[in-house]
């Protein structure tokens, strides 16, 4: 049956639109880079209001294919490549457990405890929770990777879904920086307290300027818990950043 509706509907890449292929190999490998610090480019992490920046991590700035891609997979137009996109995650995951930054952040910590960024309401009594997908695959490359190291790490890496928005706010969508950080301040919660030892890391699918990481972030202190960073599908680059970069282009 899905060769006669290929027929009918020609597969095309998500990302840049090459025939018959759901994900062609140049699209799949945007999916598995080497995780960079991205930071800087979220005001709302990088400390420039609190004066504590959240070390971030990203598989590359939210534009042209990698956008592309992250857009057909969160909403779901194109559910075949949600495998390809999640084993690329993990690959990502393994390779960011062995960051010395990051390590840095985790030294010393019992476990790693994988947590999503909230969905939103509609979305849990849909089941698209793909944040938690993506959670799952950040979690099992994490665990890859941190066994793999040379260097002891954490004993193990649990994923736990425990944030929840408490009340709806506006959706994020066309609001500035400001705009954001006010619409999620207070509006995420965790639902129990991390256990003694443990740490958090992060994970959602886009970075915009920070305010659903930076809330997430201060959920789990009030519950008494340490956020060592976060991983982030795609970050959308400072206005500066994506200026330089087209110019040198």
Same mark, same amino acid.
């Given at each position: 049956?899905?060769?006669?509706?290929?027929?009918?509907?020609?597969?095309?890449? =998500?990302?840049?639109?090459?025939?018959?292929?759901?994900?062609?190999?140049?699209?799949?490998?945007?999916?598995?880079?080497?995780?960079?610090?991205?930071?800087?480019?979220?005001?709302?992490?990088?400390?420039?209001?609190?004066?504590?920046?959240?070390?971030?991590?990203? /598989?590359?700035?939210?534009?042209?294919?990698?956008?592309?891609?992250? *857009?057909?997979?969160?909403?779901?137009?194109?559910? #075949?490549?949600?495998?390809?996109?999640?084993?690329?995650?993990?690959? =990502?995951?393994?390779?960011?457990?062995?960051?010395? #930054?990051?390590?840095?952040?985790?030294?010393?910590?019992?476990?790693? /405890?994988?947590?999503?960024?909230?969905?939103?309401?509609?979305?849990?009594?849909?089941?698209?929770?793909?944040?938690?997908?993506?959670?799952?695959?950040?979690?099992?490359?994490?665990?890859?990777? *941190?066994?793999?190291?040379?260097?002891?790490?954490?004993?193990?890496? /649990?994923?736990? #879904?425990?944030?929840?928005?408490?009340?709806?706010?506006?959706?994020?969508?066309? *609001?500035?920086?400001?705009?954001?950080?006010?619409?999620?301040?207070?509006?995420?919660?965790? /639902?129990?307290?991390?256990? =003694?030892?443990?740490?958090?890391?992060?994970? #959602?699918?886009?970075?915009?300027?920070?305010?659903?990481?930076?809330?997430?972030?201060?959920?789990?202190?009030?519950?008494?818990?340490?956020?060592?960073?976060?991983?982030?599908?795609?970050?959308?680059?400072?206005?500066?950043?994506?200026?330089?970069?087209?110019?040198?282009?």
């Amino acid at each position: 049956m899905a060769d006669a509706a290929g027929l009918v509907v020609p597969v095309e890449c =998500a990302g840049c639109g090459r025939w018959d292929v759901a994900l062609c190999p140049d699209c799949r490998a945007l999916l598995q880079a080497r995780p960079e610090r991205c930071e800087d480019d979220a005001p709302m992490l990088a400390g420039e209001w609190t004066g504590r920046p959240l070390p971030t991590w990203s /598989l590359g700035p939210y534009r042209g294919p990698l956008r592309a891609i992250v *857009l057909a997979w969160k909403t779901h137009r194109r559910q #075949d490549i949600a495998p390809a996109v999640l084993a690329g995650a993990a690959e =990502a995951a393994r390779t960011w457990a062995g960051d010395a #930054d990051l390590r840095r952040e985790i030294v010393g910590a019992r476990q790693v /405890l994988v947590v999503p960024a909230p969905s939103g309401w509609r979305r849990r009594v849909a089941r698209r929770l793909v944040v938690a997908d993506l959670a799952d695959a950040v979690g099992r490359g994490m665990a890859r990777g *941190l066994r793999e190291a040379a260097e002891p790490g954490p004993g193990r890496v /649990l994923v736990v #879904d425990v944030l929840r928005r408490r009340r709806g706010g506006a959706h994020q969508a066309g *609001l500035g920086a400001r705009g954001r950080a006010a619409n999620r301040a207070g509006t995420v919660v965790a /639902l129990a307290a991390p256990p =003694a030892g443990a740490v958090v890391v992060l994970v #959602d699918d886009v970075l915009t300027t920070g305010a659903t990481l930076a809330a997430s972030r201060a959920a789990v202190e009030q519950r008494g818990g340490r956020v060592a960073g976060a991983l982030v599908l795609a970050s959308t680059p400072a206005p500066g950043r994506a200026a330089r970069a087209t110019r040198r282009s």
